[in-house]
């Protein structure tokens, strides 16, 4: 199983340009999220798709949006990029249930902004 | 909204046991979670606590107490692969649907 699958891996953008994170899972999970992660920090929650057809706003929601596509792919796109969304991005996935906590995550993405 | 604390930087020496403590404040808490991050990688999950008490998972153990929004990590028999970033967070469903929040990390460094 490959788990949870982002792409790109790598990305380097100017200022004011566009562009679009995908992520993919392959466990039939329920909830999926975004977080972001700068340098010797936690993971900030962007967005999160609690179910298929829904999305909420995380803690840094700004400058950001989502898409739950479909049950396996929940995309984050940055209309105008800025060098303060220069990040590691991280999705992952979950159940979605009350009783476990466990998040599956993707390699991560790293974004430059320039 | 939600907070948590956890201390910053915790160093112990190989062999020995380590404790990583969080606090959190959240309205709509379901449980409290651990993860670990080497540098460079993803988190992994290490455990889930629901309920008061303990779980153990091989050297690991976690705990909580919902009445003192309060939990722990332990490590014992530390071993240098052991030194990474340990996250709590906290499984928040008070708007309908779960979200995930973390704390800012406890860096942990293992010393021969």
């Known amino acids: 199983n490959a788990g949870v699958t982002q792409t790109p891996k790598f990305q380097v953008l100017k200022t004011g340009q566009s562009m679009t994170l995908q992520c993919a899972q392959d466990?039939?999970?329920?909830?999926m999220y975004w977080y972001r992660q700068d340098p010797g920090m936690g993971l900030r929650l962007i967005y999160y798709?609690?179910?298929?057809?829904?999305?909420d706003k995380g803690e840094v929601p700004n400058g950001y949006n989502v898409s739950r596509l479909n049950k396996r792919e929940f995309s984050l796109r940055l209309e105008s990029a800025a060098p303060s969304q220069t990040s590691v991005y991280f999705c992952?996935?979950?159940?979605?249930?009350?009783?476990?906590?466990?998040?599956?995550f993707g390699e991560g993405s790293r974004l430059t902004v320039l | 909204g939600q907070s948590l604390e956890q201390p910053s930087e915790v160093t112990a020496v190989e062999g020995a046991i380590v404790q990583i403590n969080c606090t959190y404040q959240?309205?709509?808490?379901?449980?409290l979670s651990w993860y670990q991050q080497h540098d460079g990688g993803a988190p992994t999950f290490l455990s889930y606590?629901?309920?008061?008490g303990l779980e153990e998972t091989g050297r690991f153990s976690s705990f909580l107490s919902r009445s003192d929004s309060y939990g722990y990590l332990l490590l014992q028999e530390l071993q240098m692969k052991d030194s990474a970033s340990y996250f709590c967070?906290?499984?928040?469903?008070?708007?309908?649907?779960?979200?995930?929040?973390f704390g800012a990390g406890t860096r942990l460094f293992v010393k021969a």
């Open positions: 466990m039939n999970h329920n909830s």
């Open positions: 606590n629901a309920l008061d």
């Open positions: 959240t309205s709509g808490f379901y449980g």
């Open positions: 992952a996935s979950s159940a979605g249930t009350a009783n476990t906590g466990e998040l599956f």
């Open positions: 798709s609690a179910s298929e057809g829904t999305t």
């Open positions: 967070a906290v499984r928040d469903g008070a708007t309908g649907g779960f979200k995930t929040i």
